[in-house]
């Protein structure tokens, strides 16, 4: 058994008892890690082997406060984890397996066998890209059909194009893939669009970006050469079938949370997303916090996310202030009471 390590990019004595384990790599999860980390909880991230969150796949982000000429959004996460690192965040750079929560004891996080335990978790895996559910979506993917416009746009330079969903990502996504693209489609599945004004105003005022409504795509069919050739589509209200020909489809419907890993030990809502007490990010376990996109479902924003990430960080340290280390905690090193309440220096 190893003593604790000063050098925090060190990542863990694997026995030792954490304060706190964040599970999430995007602006709530480094968020989390930063307060915590000056709060002097030593936090570990498991931030995912894509860590960076959505904004990895997003190029410029101009509504996040502070950055009055925007800023790219691999960059501003990039940012986000130096600012926690600063502080002695530890990191680790893969997706966690496995967790093993409970109402008021030691947290388990596993790493395959790996165990890693603490006495409070944050949980802050965000949410990912909704599918359609059809024939050839999943069998075209890497061959026609993507979920990120920013990630693969420029891979089809003069194709034609279509973009499914009427909201901000599908507008934000075809402004992006119409610089490559020669024709780009929007295909909703209403008349109207769910995109913000502004949004929506700016892609359609794109010369070679047009709309068909109110279609909903059946299926993505390939080619003889195996890549996508069209897209069969159903008319929303009167069921007739027909096809577009196009060599490129984004799916831009929305996203699901990220909170399969939980499923069953934590309370969530009918979609998935993980419930909070109003106001907190307390759930339904004494020592678990949720934090972000796998909890708000209305404003998704990052900014509303590194909102989330700071209360999480909060809420994580008064519940280690005020409540005595689970009794199994004392068995491990770390196991003692959290650090804060430890005089600085001693
Ligand atoms: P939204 O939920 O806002 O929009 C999803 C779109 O996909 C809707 O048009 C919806 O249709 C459609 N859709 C959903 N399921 C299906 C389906 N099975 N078949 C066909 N169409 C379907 O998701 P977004 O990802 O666009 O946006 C999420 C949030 O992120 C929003 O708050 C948005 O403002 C924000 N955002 C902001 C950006 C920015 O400011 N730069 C960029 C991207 C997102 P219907 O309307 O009929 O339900």
């Known amino acids: 058994m190893t003593s604790e390590s000063t050098d925090n990019t060190e990542i863990t004595n694997k026995t030792r008892v954490e304060n706190v384990i964040i599970v999430g790599g995007g602006p ?23 860590w960076g ?8 982000v101009e509504n996040f406060p502070g950055y009055p000429d925007g800023i790219m959004g691999p960059e501003m996460m990039s940012q986000f984890r130096a600012q926690a690192e600063r502080f002695g965040t530890r990191f680790v750079t893969d997706d966690v397996d496995r967790v093993e929560l409970s109402d008021g004891g030691v947290q388990k996080v596993f790493l395959g066998d790996e165990e890693y335990r603490a006495k409070t978790v944050i949980l802050a895996m965000g949410a990912e890209p909704k599918r359609l559910g059809v024939p050839g979506e999943m069998e075209l993917a ?14 089809f330079k003069g194709h034609r194009v279509l973009v499914i969903g009427g909201g901000d990502s599908a507008m934000e996504d075809s402004i992006f893939i119409s610089k490559f693209a020669d024709e780009l489609t929007i295909v909703n599945r209403r008349d109207e669009f769910r995109a913000s004004k502004i949004m929506h105003e700016r892609a359609l005022e794109v010369e070679n970006i047009d709309t068909l409504t109110p279609f909903t795509p059946l299926e993505f069919v390939a080619g003889e050469d195996g890549k996508l050739a069209r897209v069969r589509l159903r008319h929303s209200e009167t069921g007739e ?24 030990q934590v309370d969530t809502d009918e979609d998935g997303y993980i419930k909070v007490v109003a ?25 509303t996310a ?22 199994e905690a004392h068995w491990f090193p770390g196991g003692e009471p959290a650090a804060l309440e430890i005089p600085a220096g001693s």
């Not at 890497?142 to 891979?155: I, K, Q, W, Y």
């Not at 490129?248 to 399969?260: D, M």
């Open 53 to 60: 969150g959505q904004l990895q796949n997003t190029t410029d």
């Open 142 to 155: 890497g061959r026609g059909v993507s979920t990120c416009g920013v990630c693969d746009g420029a891979f």
């Open 241 to 264: 079938e027909s096809a577009v020909e196009a060599t490129g489809a984004f799916v831009a419907i929305g996203h699901v949370p990220r909170s399969e890993v939980v499923k069953g």
């Open 306 to 327: 590194a909102g989330t990430g700071c209360m999480g960080a909060l809420d994580a340290e008064r519940y280690l202030r005020d409540s005595a280390p689970p009794v």
């Open 279 to 303: 106001g907190s990010t307390r759930t339904n376990l004494d020592g678990v916090f949720a934090v972000g996109d796998v909890v708000d479902h209305t404003y998704r924003q990052a900014v």
């Open 28 to 50: 709530a999860g480094y968020t989390a890690a930063l307060y915590t980390a000056r709060a002097n909880l030593e936090p570990l991230v498991f931030e995912g082997f894509q």
